[in-house]
């Protein structure tokens, strides 16, 4: 009966991580770019280190006429330098500095074919490809790629992820004066959310159940009966 115990707060546990992975998802419906996660069958043995693995599924396209505002449609990510290291991103937020670099919503350069860009002080065309131009003078290409292991992006808070994979040619295309937005499915959520609070409830009375029938077990052995 001892082994009864490591299943059933084992099943607690995966239900906890899922709820507070759901809850996350849920949190961030109004993210441009969030990428939804999905708790894995069999936690802690998938794919995922964490038990997750990431939704790379469009977000849906939200026009804001921004001339900066930057969405990706297909897969692929914008890349950044962020404290040394690079980063990728869908979240197309991006402005310019007080160094006219292009820069994203944390204050991150967002890399191109030439590095960082810097901008001139007026609006610029950014065409499907990512290549920026001023006038009919092409500044520079956005680094846009896909990734070949997503199992191996780690969101690192922000909305960026590290990656140390191999990149692959990205499909995506860019669509300038819009976001992309979250990809998560709200109805899917809320339908997971309240599925899985039944469960853990479940699981809870399963383990006061437990609890209750050792320590009667307990107290007919003390009683000699």
């Known amino acids: 009966m001892n082994s009864i115990l490591p299943i059933v707060a084992g099943a607690l546990r995966a239900d906890v991580s899922s709820l507070d992975t759901i809850g996350q998802n849920v949190a961030n419906l109004e993210t441009p770019g969030y990428r939804a996660q999905q708790a894995l069958a069999g936690f802690g043995r998938a794919l995922h280190a964490h038990g997750v693995a990431l939704s790379l599924a469009n977000g849906p396209l939200l026009q804001t006429g921004g001339n900066l505002d930057l969405a990706l449609q297909g897969p692929g990510f914008f890349m950044v330098e962020a404290n040394g290291q690079v980063m990728l991103e869908r979240d ?6 007080a160094q006219g670099r292009l ?40 680094r846009i790629v896909d990734v070949a292991q997503p199992a191996a992006l780690e969101p690192v808070g922000g909305n960026l992820f590290a990656y140390r994979g ?60």
């Open 92 to 97: 197309g937020q991006f402005g310019r500095d």
């Open 103 to 142: 820069v994203d919503g944390h204050g991150y350069p967002v890399l191109t074919d030439a590095g960082a860009l810097t901008l001139p002080d007026r609006p610029v065309r950014i065409a499907a490809n990512g290549t920026v131009f001023d006038g009919t003078d092409a500044l520079g290409r956005l």
């Open 166 to 225: 191999a990149f692959t040619a990205a499909a995506a295309s860019v669509h300038q004066g819009a976001l992309e937005g979250s990809n998560v499915d709200a109805a899917g959520a809320m339908v997971q959310l309240i599925a899985l609070s039944r469960h853990a409830e479940s699981v809870q009375h399963a383990l006061a159940a437990y609890d209750q029938a050792m320590d009667a077990g307990v107290k007919e052995i003390g009683t000699g009966s």
